[in-house]
């Protein structure tokens, strides 16, 4: 099969991409679905132990706030089942907002991951989805990065006092700086011994248009192949 030559667990599905939305379907053969997901035979040794690279590209811009999506690898000895998580991408989130503050009450690691943190004079709450060191004590200023549940969260007003739903509140710095998922590619390093991989992602939909677009997933191990490379 070509895909499987070409080491292809996502791509296009005949001549086309299908747009990887919410319900996309994990492949069970090693033909590709109408997803445009299959199933990859590595051999009966898997990747051996020097590995290979996984790689994800986005080719479009991303539709819809609020929604989530999560990519992951997993392996087997079967085809038919068996499957386990290989190797998980980091969450990929539509729109996100990077903003500069002073903490004010200091930020706590176990309190404010995945709550709110709002603006009430503005009207804003986006949503916690990592901070940096320096926010967890009072005076220290550093960056705090949300997920934007709508096309208000902007967080353009210096000065403004923003509380987390948590217990961490900052004062503002300088506008935030948006950060919009398209065009870009992830790669993580894997090895395996079992013969099939397969790609499962799961696309929450929060918003009534969630649409991560064209994406490939793709595996090689040629940038570890050099000329001159005694162990190929």
């Given amino acids: 099969m070509p895909y499987d030559a070409n080491l292809v667990l996502r791509g296009k599905y005949g001549t086309t991409y299908s747009d990887l939305v919410d319900g ?9 679905n ?51 998580l290989l190797l998980e991408f980091p969450r990929i989130y539509p729109y996100t907002r990077e903003i500069i503050g ?9 309190d404010d991951f995945v709550v709110d943190l709002v603006d009430a004079l503005a009207g804003m709450n986006g949503h916690i989805i990592g901070f940096s060191r320096e926010l967890l004590v009072v005076g220290g200023t550093g960056k705090i990065w949300v997920a934007m549940q709508d096309a208000g969260d902007t967080y353009d007003l210096p ?15 300088p506008a935030s700086r948006l950060i919009q998922q398209s065009g870009f590619a992830m790669v993580r390093r894997f090895s ?15 918003s009534a248009d969630a649409n991560f677009g064209d994406v490939d997933i ?13 162990y190929r």
């Fill in 159 to 173: 000065g403004d006092t923003l509380s987390s739903a948590g217990v961490g509140v900052l004062t503002q710095g």
């Fill in 218 to 230: 793709l595996v090689t191990n040629s940038q570890h192949n050099h000329v001159n490379n005694l």
């Fill in 34 to 84: 109408s997803d445009g997901n299959c199933v990859v035979d590595l051999g009966p040794h898997g990747t051996g132990a020097m590995g290979m690279d996984c790689v994800v590209i986005f080719h479009d811009s991303f539709i819809g706030y609020r929604d989530t999506l999560d990519i992951q690898i997993c392996d087997s000895d079967h085809i038919a089942g068996g499957w386990e």
């Fill in 102 to 110: 002073t903490a004010t009450t200091a930020f706590s690691a176990g």
């Fill in 192 to 206: 395996t011994p079992r013969r099939y991989i397969r790609p499962t992602c799961v696309a929450t939909e929060t």
């Fill in 24 to 32: 996309d379907t994990p492949p069970t053969t090693i033909a590709v």
